[in-house]
């Protein structure tokens, strides 16, 4: 009776794993499904030149996410710590205290502690192309596993907000080989992505790191490919296509019509990167000042605005986006007055500094030779049609532009060696001193090679300077003086663009305009 019901039990077991089989199987591929679905497919323009942020001159969605910095910017743009817990400035400021959260780890598996960081921000000091966002750093002490000191020579009071940009985050240099390089190989940093493979000119793939903070969470993706596709109608093709996920940088032209279909988000943040039509300085063709008055009273901004960003974008004229701390109200009135669109003005200028349309065939002449110059573009189709516009606005005072189409990574190669005569590009970071380190300061100008003692010595002060109020006035004082000067031509500011689909959950930094991965969750 006992081995009756016995096997008329199992028979009802297996009857039931066969009837019911098919059900099991499908939650079986259902769960492996699930898994592709939970990866996050990110299209974007442009390839990183090196995920080393020591190696490269730029960074993006791309790379970022490798890393994580010691302090940060909330969501109202004030300085807080991140992997730090707190720091302490020590007399006149030429010191600082750092006090390390005790539980960051690198993708390594092992510990962000201080010396660590002290041997990361010695080899940025020593090879980055930006280690000059870090000071004049004399030395870095490591006081306790977890506690650094870092003395500089004078006082430099960007770091801080310096120091919320992936450019000092700091990464593991036991990844690195004896002559410290690499890190291409076997990347680590503590970011929330751990990189798994690089694939040039195709795709990035990370997946989330385990041991990040995710808030209490469990992060809300299995995996993020970056892929690179430069031209934005195979871009946005394959964002309806369901092949993309995320859609950085939308195409303007396309906003209006991803608005309509109801499965996509349209996420707009405000930008913080000034785009700017620049030149080389030395050239002899760009000493006299009243040619360069002439270049920036012939652009119209509003037009291209409107005809290659679809009007989303704030014109700017000052020598700072509004985001930026340094930013003044007044500089910006101040150049807008002087440089709003007026040909006349500039054809005057022009022929002020010798050239005049001797032929009378539309381009000016000085000395038996034309104002023709070449104008460096990267491979951004929005970026292309504006160059475009500022050509034909150019031509209307005389001057003659012919269009290159560059690499993103040959401009940043190229340009501080002044290979370029003109170029547009732009920059973005949140401190004025942007304008000593990148553009403006002595021996530092990687793409105008604008060259002013004055302003050098304006803005080396700005840089030492602790007091706050001291500083904004020292950098309105260099502002005034750029757009009297005008060694460049400040255009607008982009509205940050990103399309989506199939997320839960999904957020934007409102500030710094990157991906919040700890929010990203991908629909179930």
């Known amino acids: 009776m006992k081995r009756r019901s016995f096997v008329f039990f199992t028979m009802l077991l297996i009857l039931a794993l066969v009837l019911s089989g098919c059900n099991w199987w499908n939650k079986s591929d259902s769960n492996s499904k699930e898994g592709s679905n939970r990866e996050v497919i990110v299209g974007l323009v442009s390839e990183p030149d090196s995920v080393d942020i ?4 730029s960074t993006g969605e791309a790379n970022i996410p490798l890393y994580d910095t010691l302090l940060k910017l909330d969501n109202d743009g004030n300085i807080i710590p991140n992997l730090i817990t707190d720091y302490e400035v020590v007399g006149d400021g030429k010191e600082v205290i750092f006090n390390l959260k005790e539980n960051a780890v690198f993708h390594s598996g092992k510990p962000v ?11 940025l000091v020593a090879s980055s192309p930006f280690s000059t966002n870090a000071g004049e750093i004399d030395n870095i002490e490591v006081l306790s596993e977890f506690s650094f000191k870092i003395k500089w020579k004078n006082q430099f009071a960007p770091f801080f907000i310096n120091a919320t940009t992936p450019f000092l985050a700091p990464l593991d240099v036991s990844v690195l080989d004896d002559k410290g390089e690499g890190f291409e190989k076997n990347p680590s940093g503590s970011g929330p992505l751990k990189l798994k493979e690089i694939n040039r000119g195709d795709s990035l793939v990370y997946e989330p790191y385990k041991d990040f903070d995710w ?9 993020v490919k970056f892929r690179f ?89 000052g020598p700072l986006p509004k985001a930026a701390f340094g930013y003044s109200e007044k500089i910006e009135t101040m150049a807008t007055d002087k440089y709003t669109r007026d040909t006349g003005a500039a054809k005057k200028l022009l022929s002020e500094a010798g050239w005049k349309d001797i032929n009378k065939d539309g381009v000016v002449m000085k000395d038996g030779e034309e104002f023709s110059v070449d104008l460096w573009v990267d491979d951004d189709p929005a970026n292309q049609r504006a160059a475009q516009v500022i050509q034909s606005q150019l031509m209307e005072i005389g001057i003659k532009i012919t269009i290159s189409v560059k690499e993103a990574a040959t401009i940043i190669e190229q340009t501080p060696n002044g290979a370029h005569e003109m170029l547009l590009w732009s920059f973005g970071w949140p401190d004025a001193d942007v304008l000593n380190f990148l553009l403006f300061g002595k021996d530092k100008s990687k793409r105008l090679h604008y060259e002013n003692e004055k302003i050098y010595s304006i803005l080396e002060k700005g840089a030492i300077e602790m007091d706050q109020e001291a500083r904004l006035k020292l950098y309105e004082k260099a502002q005034e003086m750029l757009v009297e000067e005008s060694p460049f031509v400040p255009l607008y500011v982009k509205e940050n663009i990103t399309a989506i689909r199939n997320f839960e959950s999904f957020e934007i930094h409102p500030i710094e305009g990157s991906i919040e991965w700890t929010s990203v969750k991908v629909k179930e």
Not at 113 to 123: D, G, Q, T, W, Y
Not at 301 to 309: A, E, Q
């Open 229 to 317: 596709i430069p031209d934005e109608e195979t871009r946005i093709l394959e964002f309806k296509k369901g092949n993309v996920d995320v859609l950085l940088n939308v195409p303007y032209q396309y906003i209006e019509d991803l608005e309509k279909d109801s499965e996509v988000t349209i996420k707009r943040v405000p930008g913080d990167v000034l785009s700017y039509l620049g030149w080389n300085n030395k050239l002899p063709i760009f000493q006299d000042v009243n040619v360069r008055q002439a270049i920036a009273l012939a652009i119209d901004r509003d037009s291209i605005i409107d005809n290659t960003l679809n009007g989303e974008a704030q014109a700017v004229f």
């Open 113 to 123: 502690n201080a010396e660590a960081v002290k041997l990361s921000f010695e080899r």
């Open 54 to 57: 020591h190696r490269t001159s």
């Open 215 to 223: 808030k209490g969470q469990k992060p809300g993706f299995d995996s």
